[in-house]
């Protein structure tokens, strides 16, 4: 398997402009985590979806944040306007089945906002 | 009540020693413990996981210690190599909530 494919690795932007993530989780895992890692917050939860839809988004900072999950096979994280404390590294991560265990993650989208 | 606690920050060991990590949690619905492996531009992987109905869990080099009564648990890295030079998350998840919260990571250095 490919692994939980993101896209894009870096990502330069302006303070004010619009910023989406693209996270394609591994085949037949049916939930999907979006987590932001900073050097002073470390990492933390954004939003997770099960079976495509928003379990618990308490972790995404404001309005600003949304997430989509439009199938089984796609999630994006959008930013709108993005600000330079948006600056971090956004990773993505899919399980399979009910039950705890092993969380998958991408390699992560670098974000920076000037 | 989700917090997970980490320590050290950061290690220095030499190689061929041991490396601790320790982690305390708080909420005793918690019942998935699992440690989870960093190197740099990479995302975490999961490297040894245990379910507080043992107290011991062993995997080659890397054994995790579990005491339930103190809400506490270690990673122990035996016969530390370079290639173990990396940051290590503690973390902690419960029943159908399969979220991870995460500790706020180890900084490892093994030197040669």
């Known amino acids: 398997d490919a692994g939980v494919i993101q896209s894009p690795r870096h990502e330069v932007t302006e303070m004010g402009q619009e910023v989406t993530l693209r996270c394609k989780p591994i085949?037949?895992?049916?939930?999907l985590f979006w987590y932001r890692q900073t050097m002073m917050r470390g990492l933390e939860l954004l939003i997770y979806?099960?079976?495509?839809?928003?379990?618990?988004d308490s972790g995404m900072p404001e309005d600003r944040f949304s997430a989509k999950m439009p199938n089984a096979s796609f999630s994006t994280l959008k930013i709108q306007p993005s600000e330079p404390r948006d600056s971090a590294v956004y990773f993505c991560?899919?399980?399979?089945?009910?039950?705890?265990?092993?969380?998958?993650f991408g390699e992560g989208s670098r974000l920076t906002v000037l | 009540q989700q917090q997970v606690k980490q320590s050290p920050q950061s290690l220095i060991v030499q190689k061929g020693g041991i490396s601790i990590i320790n982690c305390a949690y708080e909420?005793?619905?918690?019942?998935?413990f699992p440690w989870y492996q960093q190197f740099p531009g990479k995302g975490p992987a999961l490297l040894i996981a245990?379910?507080?109905?043992?107290s011991e869990k062993k995997e080659g080099r890397f054994t995790i210690s579990f005491n339930k009564s103190a809400k506490q648990f270690s990673l122990h890295i035996m016969d530390s190599q370079p290639g173990d030079s990396a940051t290590y998350f503690c973390?902690?998840?419960?029943?159908?909530?399969?979220?991870?919260?995460f500790g706020s990571g180890t900084r490892l250095q093994v030197q040669p």
């Open positions: 245990i379910r507080p109905d043992v």
């Open positions: 979806f099960n079976n495509n839809v928003p379990i618990d």
């Open positions: 973390a902690a998840s419960m029943g159908g909530r399969r979220a991870l919260t």
């Open positions: 909420n005793t619905a918690f019942d998935y």
């Open positions: 085949s037949g895992h049916n939930s």
């Open positions: 991560a899919s399980i399979q089945g009910s039950s705890t265990g092993e969380l998958f």
